[in-house]
């Protein structure tokens, strides 16, 4: 492990923050994390294993998992976002509710993108968080996914295409994934065809 590894490591266990990498997750992950995905409650958390598990099976990118949330302590929210490692430049934010965590990260970062997932809760089943989120004042955006499961993937994806600007080998992964896309509308296609014939006999 390289000592730029082992700092970001030291900071994580400071930072109460879980490693996720190609390699594994916590103490067997490696690499330096380039997206912070952070969400207001472990409640959150099956929700976002699915940007998790996109990030880090699809893409072979290295994030850190954190939870912060604004409404119940906001003093650590400003410590943990203030000091990301630097490798992180893309933060995914997910939150339920009067969703206010995305925003308030995206005044604290106005170096870095925040892509914020609205998650399927309560009473409004997510229009709270979604119409919180979107609905940011001109000057600290927020781009806002889907609400739940297609949001959390969503916003992976768009993090990698964020990344990939600037390294080729998350492009070939980004159209690599769309080929599989396409290729489950010509396995559909194949599999019409045979059920109509079997119909039509
Ligand atoms: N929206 C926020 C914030 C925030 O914006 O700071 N902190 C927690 N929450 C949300 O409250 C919901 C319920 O949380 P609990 O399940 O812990 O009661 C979660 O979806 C969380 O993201």
């Known amino acids: 492990m390289s000592d730029n590894q082992q700092q970001i490591r030291a900071a994580l266990s400071q930072e109460h923050g879980v490693l996720v ?3 594994g997750i916590g ?5 330096e994390p380039k997206v912070l995905i952070t969400m207001g409650s472990d409640s959150d ?22 939870i912060n949330s604004v409404h119940r302590d906001l003093r650590t929210v400003v410590g ?24 308030n990260i995206a005044d604290l970062r106005a170096d870095l993108p925040v892509i914020g997932v609205p998650r399927d809760l309560g009473a409004l089943k997510g229009v709270d968080a979604l119409l919180s989120m979107v609905q940011m004042p001109e000057g600290a955006p927020v781009a806002v996914m889907a609400i739940g499961d297609a949001g959390a993937v969503n916003a992976a994806i768009h993090a990698a295409k964020e990344l990939a600007i600037a ?21 559909q296609n194949q599999t019409l065809e045979n059920k109509l014939k079997n119909f039509g006999a």
Not at 27 to 31: H, I, R, T
Not at 45 to 57: C, E, H, I, Q, S
Not at 170 to 183: H, N, V
């Open 27 to 31: 103490p067997a992950a490696q690499g």
């Open 21 to 23: 990498s190609p390699e």
């Open 80 to 103: 943990h976002i203030d000091n990301l490692p630097a490798s992180v430049q893309v933060i995914i934010a997910c939150a339920g509710g009067a969703a206010h965590l995305p925003g």
């Open 45 to 66: 958390l099956p929700l976002m294993m699915k940007a998790v598990d996109t990030l880090r099976n699809e893409f072979g990118i290295t994030c850190l998992v954190q």
């Open 167 to 187: 390294d080729p080998a998350i492009k070939e992964r980004l159209l690599a994934y769309a080929e599989k896309r396409k290729r489950r509308v010509a396995t």
